[in-house]
């Protein structure tokens, strides 16, 4: 069965490129007409970006109790962003790479899925904090419409709906069981007509409340251990400024530092908030026109936004391939199957 599974997802990988071979294929000639110096920095800094996204995820786990490697973590970040693409399901395909790393590590899957959890808390919080200058940017500017405010008041709301499950298992594991079985409840209740059946266990959601209860426990004892996962997250999202300027340089573009902040802004604030999985077809678009809308050449505003797709987008999601497969295909999973 798991070779099944590992074949299935890597058949959706296969398909999922093949269907936009023509988006790729516009990105590598997109690419061949940049400078290459930049083009190279941009590289770097999404291999820095991948580490610092494991080590993000180690300073986590060790703030809840759990310790891992980064060169541990890496591949399962990797094949976790992968399966996001390929089969999306509001981040759950990803976390389910985590809970069965955890598994078969035998450590709390509860803690690996609260894990997942804080990251984005980590992340969102750091994002935020962009998001509140790229938004007062645009205000200024008289380019603010009413299509961010709402994404940027959804992000608000899953952000504040993740804060409050993580402050209910901080006080009571019963009171995050109850939290989690209600949330199971109404899912139940909107699928049921469809499946005929409970797609999640409200028990499950009350055992796992108090697997992560513990780990949440773990940082009330140390709170101090929060500090390192708020650097990362702010460095994560920092790094891809960074890619995102490097695209500027590499095609001769001038760019303010509003404008550069602005742009990340909303190309990001669309990639969590996209109905399609990490954003595809729809940040291009949003982002091209935003920074058009900032007195950027339209033409150069599509080629910048093609490249900064290509190694923000593309590149993550190839190595992800590669991490996929080596995990599926590794000495101890293998022994595990």
């Not at 594991?173 to 989690?180: D, H, I, N, P, T």
Request: glycine share 8%.
């Amino acid at each position: 069965m798991r070779k099944f599974i590992l074949a299935v997802v890597l058949l959706l990988g296969v398909v999922f490129i093949m269907y936009r071979l023509a988006e790729v294929q516009a990105i590598v000639e997109t690419l061949e007409r940049g400078d290459w110096r930049f083009l190279l920095i941009a590289f770097f800094l999404v291999l820095i970006w991948t580490i610092n996204l494991a080590a993000l995820f180690k300073s986590v786990y060790q703030a809840i109790g759990l310790e891992e490697k980064i060169s541990t973590l890496l591949p399962v970040v990797l094949a976790a962003y992968f399966v996001n693409v390929v089969a999306p399901a509001g981040g759950m395909s990803g976390m389910a790479v985590f809970v069965a790393e955890a598994k078969r590590r035998n450590y709390s899957p509860g803690r690996a899925a609260i894990g997942g959890a804080l990251y984005l808390l980590f992340d969102y919080s750091a994002f935020l904090c962009i998001l509140a200058v790229g938004l007062f940017v645009l205000f200024r500017r008289n380019n603010l419409n009413t299509g961010e405010i709402i994404a940027s008041a959804l992000l608000v709301g899953i952000f504040l709906v993740l804060a409050l499950l993580v402050y209910l298992g901080m006080r009571s594991a019963r009171e995050l069981g109850r939290a989690l079985a209600w949330m199971a409840y109404i899912v139940n209740r909107i699928l049921r007509p469809f499946l005929h059946r409970e797609y999640l266990s409200e028990q499950r959601a009350h055992e796992f409340a108090q697997e992560a209860a513990g780990g949440l426990n773990e940082l009330l004892k140390q709170p101090e251990k929060l500090m390192t996962p708020a650097v990362l997250a702010v460095t994560k999202q920092s790094l891809m400024i960074l890619v995102l300027w490097m695209s500027f340089l590499a095609f001769d573009v001038p760019v303010s530092a509003g404008t550069l902040i602005a742009g990340y802004s909303i190309g990001y604030l669309f990639l969590i908030i996209s109905p399609t999985p990490s954003g595809m077809g729809v940040v291009e678009g949003i982002l091209t026109l935003a920074l058009s809308s900032m007195y950027i050449p339209l033409g150069a505003a599509a080629v910048i936004t093609i490249a900064y797709r290509g190694f923000s987008f593309w590149m993550p999601l190839l190595m992800g391939i590669a991490a996929f497969r080596w995990l599926g295909g590794s000495k101890d999973i293998r022994a595990t199957a």
